[in-house]
């Protein structure tokens, strides 16, 4: 992209907001930001804005604008937007979004630019680092009207590129209604990477057209439900990273679908049958149809096929010419990334693969490590054999009941 065409696609959003002016004395903002901006430059002056908005637009960004009137009503402001063509003066405060061109090229591409003065503008790049001003936005406007706020210009940019959350959603069911609430929280603290782990032992919980009798009985989401999750997911943009746990965590799979079952028993699935890969592909496809997105979490965690005697399984080995259960796994895990990304997807793991063991898990699978602590395979383990590591550990964020990796503050079910 040239330098002039870079410029001439730069949106802006432009929030005018007439109000009181006055000196500000306090140099510290009134209000508290998370996360804190990169930069924050404070003037003399400061602005009370009414309880009225008004935001135009040109019209290229209308959903943008139309979902921050929603969040901004829902705070108790009363907000309406349109064309500058229609607009329509009398509102105490005034928004506007247009098009404008910006210098600064500092900003890239999900950066933002947040200036205050007789009003607000929020310049950015692209229509997520609009996306990102205005959740700044929301938390500078979150006393309501009537409240001082002071000059200033906030230049930011995120630190991390992923910034997540994970939801177990099989062993306790949360409803649709949870997880948009939960991917709208997220995007108020600037997180854009939501993980739900759909399956495990307890319950299979995504729909599917392909293996009716997989999805547990009163403890799945119909298409309806996953589609209007999705579309909260793509407005806020917070990506939802699916997982389905195999091989192992897979009691409810081999219930929906027996054929998975490995001869070796201990609920996990049998890898050493071509049928399970086929089958996996299927399902994987069928999911990834219903929640488009640049990840997949395979799991692949707290399974073992040492010393197994299913029969299909001792058959691939000896197929493969690998010596043991571990070797398998690592065939598996290198099946499945084929799969993955011949889907255009990146696909995660949790630790538990030995990081030197051949036939060597492929680099380009981002390792999860939550548990840290085993020797040999501790985050340097993987750093240092060339893997690209994604922090998860679960210390003290794993918010689980009676867990001993579980912070004593936050001893509450997730």
């Keep these: 992209m040239t330098t002039r065409t870079f410029l001439k696609n730069i949106p802006i959003i432009i929030f005018t907001i007439f109000g009181s002016l006055a000196s500000a004395e306090n140099r510290e903002l009134p209000m508290p930001l998370v996360p804190y901006p990169q930069k924050v430059e404070l003037r003399k002056g400061s602005f009370t804005p009414n309880k009225r908005l008004f935001l135009s637009h040109d019209g290229t960004h209308g959903e943008l604008a139309d979902t921050c009137v929603k969040d901004l009503s829902a705070m108790g402001f009363i907000v309406s937007h349109s064309k500058p063509s229609a607009r329509t003066e009398g509102s105490i405060i005034k928004l506007e979004l247009e098009q404008e061109r910006v210098t600064d090229q500092k900003l890239g591409t999900v950066a933002y630019q947040l200036k205050i003065d007789s009003g607000v ?48 959603n099989a062993r306790n069911l949360h409803s649709i209604d949870f997880h948009i609430k939960t991917i709208k929280r997220m995007s108020s603290y600037k997180l854009n990477r939501y993980q739900i782990h759909f399956s495990d032992d307890q319950s299979y919980t995504l729909p599917s057209n392909a293996f009716p009798a997989l999805p547990t009985k009163d403890r799945h989401f119909t298409p309806a439900e996953i589609a209007k999750l999705m579309e909260v997911s793509r407005r806020y943009h917070v990506m939802v990273v699916p997982e389905i746990d195999v091989p192992g965590h897979a009691r409810a799979l081999i219930k929906g679908i027996p ?15 071509e049928q399970t890969y086929k089958t996996l592909e299927k399902l994987f496809t069928e999911a990834m149809e219903m929640m488009p997105g640049a990840y997949w979490h395979l799991g692949a965690d707290e399974v073992h096929y040492q010393g197994t005697k299913c029969a299909d399984c001792l058959a691939r080995m000896k197929k493969e010419k690998l010596e043991n ?28 693969f030995s990081p030197t063991l ?5 680099k ?29 550990s679960w210390t003290p964020l794993y918010v689980a009941d009676n867990l001993y990796m579980t912070t004593p503050a936050n001893n509450s079910t997730a």
Excluded at 132 to 149: M, N, V
Excluded at 331 to 349: A, C, D, E, P, T
């Design 364 to 392: 380009d699978i981002i390792v999860c490590p939550f548990d840290i602590k085993h020797r040999g395979k501790m985050p340097a383990d993987y750093f240092d054999a060339g893997y690209k590591v994604l922090n998860t």
């Design 259 to 273: 054929s998975l079952g490995c001869g070796g028993g201990d609920g996990k699935l049998c890898i050493g049958k």
């Design 358 to 362: 051949k036939p060597m898990i492929h």
């Design 121 to 168: 503008s929020i310049a950015a790049a692209t229509s997520e680092g609009l996306f990102w001003g205005t959740r700044t936005l929301l938390q500078i406007l979150h006393a309501g009207s009537e409240h001082a706020i002071p000059h200033l210009t906030i230049s930011d940019h995120p630190k991390f590129p992923y910034r997540g959350l994970m939801i177990d």
């Design 325 to 352: 259960g571990d070797q398998l796994l690592n065939y598996f895990i290198n099946r499945m990334h084929g799969v993955i990304k011949s889907k255009n997807r990146q696909m995660l793991v949790w630790e538990g």
